[in-house]
């Protein structure tokens, strides 16, 4: 709940409508009951108004029932998209958690669970809390003794629960880290097959792999043998107290100190009381991958920082560096780097390969803290402005950009439908890129030559027309006349452009980054 807010209104509302439910079930058994024994005591003379209550919470209560589910459900899926993208945001930032794949798996995988988790067990716990309270206090007002009776039984279930949980959860969270392991080590395996099939080593590594898949299905069939211990424990405590209840009120009606339709009654509300717990057992373990997920996700996004609130300007930004710390793979010893990005001006960020270019332009997208250092925007520090909206005042082309897309229509509008077609073929023709929109082009647009792929990234972030322009070596890969013809195309942009190269390029600035000063020129 405090890692998003979302989770309080699915839970709020999947509350509301178990509590409904158990009102009706209580409804329901009072009406039958009062049906039974007037049927008995007076041979049907009163049963209008038990038939009616009866039907209509019948009615409710399966209204109810097909609501939570579907209500809950719509409702908590934004928790899924948002705990996504905070995620990635922080893969974005800090890289992949443990391995590429692994993420991908606690992306998908992981995150699917996690709504199943919120949308399922979450709310079956606080119901399992709230339900029995309930029917307790129904069944004290019309039995005290058998009241009591369920109520300790209501006692001994947290002790079964508590005991299986801490072994199931063990269990769960052992289940997680093979699955985690084995999607780190199936990419790994599947990477690199080429050189493991040249060097006869992938028969041995096909059966490491089939190793740690047996070694995931032992772990999946203990989990389960603890869920079925679990369950049966608890049907089985429920059942003997239901059982001891009946017991009893069947003596008290031979003797003549009970009325049929206070028994009835009783005896309808007695496994309902157990039927949360139950109910929230059985979530536990269907949710298990979801409490295993839940727990590495928190733990990633909860250390990301506070978001600023402010709005960037929506014109050219000039952006001032001051003391920003930088390093690279050059370096041992981090740089600070300051200077001035003059709006609507190309701004070059100069240095050798591995100097802390790419670390710049990083910090500047909001991908990296500038601490120490401080980057300023229009005379407002980034810090303080909001993520997302700067980022989306931003296109940013880094050294080796992904291109996933069938075609070329899908690689540059990056499901942003709102991207006309014109404005596609106007920003193609600017770059002299002659290619057909509805084009197969392949995985990663493979079939394209290394310059068209960098041109078509270039494009990507052209049609989204930004009020900052980031280029990480947007001249890599380019002929001598590829390269002139984008450093035209940059140069007429009027937008804020910041490229970092160690080329020539045509700047209005040129930061220079050395391995000993910082000149701004």
């Known amino acids: 709940m405090r890692a998003s807010p979302l989770v309080r209104r699915a839970l709020g509302v999947s509350v509301v409508l178990g509590l409904l439910t158990t009102i009706a079930i209580v409804v329901q058994a009072a009406a039958l009951a009062a049906l039974l024994g007037s049927e008995f005591y007076s041979h049907g003379a009163h049963v ?75 709310p079956s716990l606080v119901l399992a809390s709230l339900a029995p309270v309930l029917l307790l206090g129904y069944l004290a007002w019309r039995d005290l003794l058998s009241a009591v009776i369920v109520a300790v039984s209501v006692a001994l279930l947290p002790v079964f629960m508590v005991l299986l949980g801490l072994e199931a959860r063990d269990k769960m969270q052992e289940r997680w880290d093979d699955q985690q392991r084995l999607a780190g080590y199936f990419g790994d395996v599947v990477r690199g097959m080429g050189v493991l099939k040249a060097h006869n080593r992938s028969g041995h590594n096909v059966e490491q792999l089939d190793e740690v898949g047996r070694r995931l299905q032992g772990t999946t069939m203990s989990t389960l043998r603890v869920a079925f211990l679990s369950s049966f424990a608890l049907e089985l405590l429920s059942s003997l107290a239901t059982a001891l209840v009946a017991l009893i009120l069947g003596i008290r009606l031979m003797n003549g100190s009970l009325r049929l339709s206070v028994a009835l009654a009783v005896l309808l509300v007695t496994p309902e009381v157990f039927l949360p717990l139950r ?52 370096r041992h010893d981090a740089l600070r780097v300051s200077g001035t990005i003059a709006a609507g001006r190309v701004t070059v960020l100069r240095g050798p390969s591995g100097s802390g270019k790419t670390t710049l332009l990083r910090t500047l997208v909001g991908l990296r803290d500038a601490s120490p250092g401080e980057v300023v925007v229009d005379g407002v520090d980034l810090c303080s402005l909001d993520r997302r909206r700067w980022q989306g005042t931003i296109a940013y082309l880094p050294q080796d950009p992904r291109l996933p897309g069938a075609s070329a229509r899908e690689v540059l509008a990056m499901g942003d439908d709102s991207i006309g077609e014109e404005t596609m073929r106007r920003v193609l023709a600017s770059l002299e890129l002659d290619l057909d929109l509805d084009r197969p082009l392949g995985e990663g647009a493979a079939a394209l030559s290394a310059g068209q792929r960098r041109r078509l990234a270039l494009a990507r972030c052209l049609v989204r ?57």
Do not use: W
Not at 499 to 512: K, L, M, N
């Open 48 to 122: 209008t108004v038990p038939v009616e209550a009866f039907l209509a919470a019948t009615v409710s209560r399966a209204v109810f029932v097909g609501l939570g589910e579907p209500v809950t459900g719509r409702i908590a899926a934004p928790v899924r998209r948002d705990l996504r993208e905070r995620l990635l945001t922080r893969v974005l930032r800090e890289g992949a958690h443990q391995s590429v794949d692994a993420t991908v798996q606690l992306a998908t995988k992981g995150v699917d669970a996690i709504e199943s988790y919120l949308a399922n067990y979450v």
């Open 279 to 330: 109910r929230s057992a059985a979530q536990y373990h269907g949710s298990a991958d979801g409490i295993a997920a839940a727990t590495t996700v928190l733990d990633l996004t909860g250390s990301t920082r506070d978001e600023g609130t402010l709005a960037p300007a929506s014109t050219p930004p000039r952006i001032e560096l001051r003391g920003v710390e930088v390093s690279g793979a050059r």
């Open 465 to 521: 027309r930004p009020t900052l322009l980031v280029l990480d070596e947007p001249t890599a890969h380019l002929d001598e006349c590829s390269e002139e013809l984008v450093s035209r195309a940059i140069a007429a942009l009027d937008m804020t452009r910041v490229v970092a190269t160690h080329r020539d390029f045509a700047a209005d600035h040129v930061i220079q980054i050395e391995r000993a000063t910082v000149d701004h020129v």
